[in-house]
Structure formats: structure tokens, C-alpha cells
């Protein structure tokens, strides 16, 4: 089995009211100028939410990260920075609670399939809500949290393009939270897991947030159908069954990236047509203007916007009515409805892939990932004597400079806990390994840094460890020991506490007074030990603990 380190590079219901230049997961947006960049901000508390529904087809689709072998779904490099927001926290109208560890779990996974399947130098943020408030028959829902105005070159339309994909664009960090999204916390048929293998009666929670996350990446289109009711705003251009797509400013409709790609049945794009008019809302709906067979198609002959042009031809989803949030902004259900961006996923089916919806990104301007020169094939952790032990093994290395061990407790924030040089360059196995002699209590979430000599790097999947102490809350390391052997308390001793080592036939050989301790250590010389298994007892106000180690 071997992996390359990674480089470091929603459905919706139909709603009684439309809003104006509705984009895929929101509703009502408006235009400004903010430091010279056109920007479209939305508003907490519009966005659309994905519905519950029910079906009798299981499907199982797992994501098979690159270069592994089958079946072997192992998390891959993160470039996202998930915040799972606090209980209490509001997040699009939506009043948040504690996230359980299962669902952040779940949640990390998913993100990390992105990112084996996109390329991307800049960080992507994610405020991620555990939400109360959303309906009962509502999974989630989620959306850029802005667009900005884009043209990569004179000769290529102007475009409102998501902030994470403008980021990866113009390789610059211009936000510091890129998607929103929030998750029901009230539904107790989810399912965790990360093999794609729900219960018939449970929903996929992994699908749903890459679903989600695809959206929030850009896979979206600007659009509305006016009603006519000037009380609820102008959807359009304020005429009853007028249809518009793009985002109106200064008269001008300026459409999405993702609209730049649509077409209508006779291969034309939906941009030619008259924008606001009856046209438009007439193709929205699955209908034709051309005496055609009606529908919408993502085409990527349209642009070459990002040099990856295919002759690929999507039919995309455009129900008789209008659903805000969905409609033509989802692959067609009865001919794709088994991508994962189809506008349903229902109980029993798993589709972690994201299969089709990579050519859409890889149109929009994402790039495919490239693999820094190191293979990685094993990286794993255990508890291990009042310790986490770490070890990886490489089967080729090129320019590798050093490995970073970071360690996280929540899965999001990391830090770096330790270094070990790598082997430069050579083509044959090399064997790495680490020691967190000072694990945190509960689930620590560790990942490697490697970074090449010219200081480039790529991230290793990250492994979750749950350490359990059984130690009272006292280390020993090294264990075993040759010279000295370290005692490590993750609290403060009390003045009458002591320590004794015992041989194994209960001969007391040395007695420590921890009343002066520095740091919370004790270091002990066992130089002169005979090899064999010795004691330590530590007598303090909370009672007695026993530990033992071995000199060698």
C-alpha cells in the first residue's frame, strides 16, 4: 500500500416566496465595492436547507483516496480549518450546540476527501454549526460565505466566483472564513461511520457534508423567478414569471462562474438569452425556447477558463417547478441521481465520490493535486506505557528535510510537538518513529508535517488516538531505561508527597520527597541498577499508585 503526501496546495425545497438573484444556498444578497473588489456578501440568516428524503435504492460509493489500494479509505491531507462553533453560537439564523466527537470526526473525513481530489495553496475556513434550530425534515445546509467579482484575463467574462476558489485563483488568502454550513442536530438517524455503509434506515452524514462542501467550493449557480410581489422585494426585474441569472449591479447582471458553463438544449449558453425575460424562467423549469427537447446542461466546451477543457456534456437538474437552492444547480436525478451532487440523497445511500462534480471544479479553475516526492505507506499510533508511541515508514523519499509531529485536540488546531529528521533522498524504506510522552486525556488527533530542504510542504493524513491514563497522572520515559529514568507528574505534587522504587521481591532501593520537584519532573539515575523489572510507587494526598519499569 502506498500514498503520496499530498502538496499543501444543497438541496433545498421549494419555498413559498423567491428572493432576489437567489445564489445556490442563499437567498437574498447585495452588491458593494469593498477595497476596489466587487463583492457580494450574504446574510446570516437566508441560506437554503437540505430536505430528508426517502427512497428504496441503497447506494454505497466510498472515496478511494489516490494512489491506495481498494478498499483502503484513509484520510488524506486537510486544507481545510474547520471551526466547530461553540454552543450557543449562531450560525445563518441558526442557534448551535456541542458538537459530538462522532459527527466532528465525520465531518473532518469528508473535508479530507476534498482535499485529495483539489489542489489548493490557501487555507479554506469553515464554520461548521452543530444546529438546534433547523427544521425537523432538514439534514443541513450550507454556501459560500461571499462571491467576488472575477475575470482571470481581459479576454474571459467577468464572473462573481466563490472566495475559496478566488483564493486558489489568485493564490492569496482574502478570507478567513470561506463556507458556512450547519448540520440538524436534532435527527437521531445519522449515520458516522466512514465506510459508506449506512443502515437502510439511517442518512449518510459523510455525504451529506462533502455534498454540502461542494457547494460552499463553488459547484452553484445565481438565479430567481419573480413572482411579482413587490412586498417580498424584486426577484428579477419586478414582472411576474420573469426568470434572471446572475447577480444584478448597476443594471447589469453578472453572472456566476458556474453560470458561464450552462447551456440550454440547443448548446447555446443560458447567458444568450434575454436576462431578466420569460425565456429564462421558461428553461429554469425544464422547458425550451427552441423547440428542443427543454432542460439545462453543464457544458465544458463554453470557457476555457482554467486550461482544463473537456467535451463533457452534464444534464442538470431542472424540475417542472422552480425550487430555489436547487434547480439547475444539482446534476439531473433521473439520469445522475447516483453522483453525489444529484439533488437528493436518501436514506441507505452512501456517496462519498465525488465522481462527476470534479470535472465541474476542474472547469471552474481548481486544480488537480500534485504529489510532493515522498510515499508515504504506513503511518499509526498506540498507547504504549503511559504514552502514545507514533510510527511511519516512507518507501521513497526526495529532498525530505524533516518530519513535524503535530497533535490537535479537537481535529482543527494543531501544534507541533516534536521533530525528526528525514533520510534526503533515497528509493528504499525508512523507518520513522515518535513518542508523545505527554498525551492529552482522551482522543489526541496527531498528523505529520514534512517539509523538503526548500522548505515546501504537505501534510500526512491525521490518525486519532484515544489515550487512556492509568498511570494517577504520573509518566515514566523512557521505559525501558539504561541510565535515567524520568517521572513526570501532569500536576502539581503536594509537599508530603513521595516516592519509592522497589525491587520485585519488595527490597526498598531508593526514596524520593517531591516537595522541591522542578518543572513537575523527577529524574532518577538507575545507572547502577541490575537489569531486571523494578517499582515505583508514589504515595500523595489522592492515594497510592504503582508503576513499573524495566532496566536494561
Known sequence: MKTRIKSHKGFSTSSKKYYPIYFTFFFLLCANFLTAQLEVKTPDHHRCELPATYGDEPISKPYIFRNKEENDNEEKTLNFTINFLAAGSTLSGNTCTTWPTDAQTAFTY?????????????????????????????????GPTNFRGFSQNPELPLSFVPVSLLEHIRDEQLETVDIRTSLNSGRTDWYFGTDANPAFSEFDFVSVVVHELGHGLGFLGGSAIDDGDASNGTECDGIAGNGCVGLSSGGNYIPTIYDQFVDIDDGTGILNLTNPSADVATVLVGGTTTAGSGGLDFDGTNINFSGNETTSMMKLHTPATYQPGSSYSHFDETTLGAELMSPSITNGQAIHDPGMATLVMLEMGWSAPTALPVTLTTFEGKNADNAVFLKWQTASELNNDYFSIERSVDGSEFSSIGIIRGSGTRDDVSNYSFIDYHPLFGKNY???????????????????????????????????????????????????????????????????????????????????????????????????????????
Open 110 to 142: 469528508a473535508a479530507s476527501i476534498w482535499s485529495d481530489v483539489l489542489e489548493n495553496d490557501q487555507n479554506i475556513g469553515v464554520d461548521a454549526c452543530w444546529a438546534t434550530t433547523l427544521p425537523t425534515g432538514t439534514l443541513g445546509s450550507a
Open 446 to 552: 496527531y498528523r505529520l508535517k514534512q517539509f523538503d530542504l526548500d522548505k515546501g510542504f504537505a501534510y500526512s493524513k491525521i490518525i486519532v488516538i484515544d489515550y487512556v491514563d492509568e498511570s494517577g497522572g504520573v509518566a515514566l520515559f523512557p521505559n525501558p531505561t539504561n541510565g535515567e529514568l524520568n517521572l513526570y507528574f501532569n500536576h502539581i505534587p503536594s509537599d508530603n508527597s513521595v516516592v519509592f522504587i522497589h525491587s520485585t521481591n519488595g527490597q526498598l532501593l531508593a526514596q524520593f520527597d517531591l516537595a522541591n520537584i522542578e518543572n513537575q519532573q523527577l529524574v532518577i539515575n538507575v545507572a547502577n541498577y541490575p537489569k531486571g523489572t523494578y517499582f515505583v510507587k508514589i504515595i500523595e494526598a489522592g492515594g497510592l499508585t504503582t508503576q513499573k519499569f524495566t532496566k536494561i
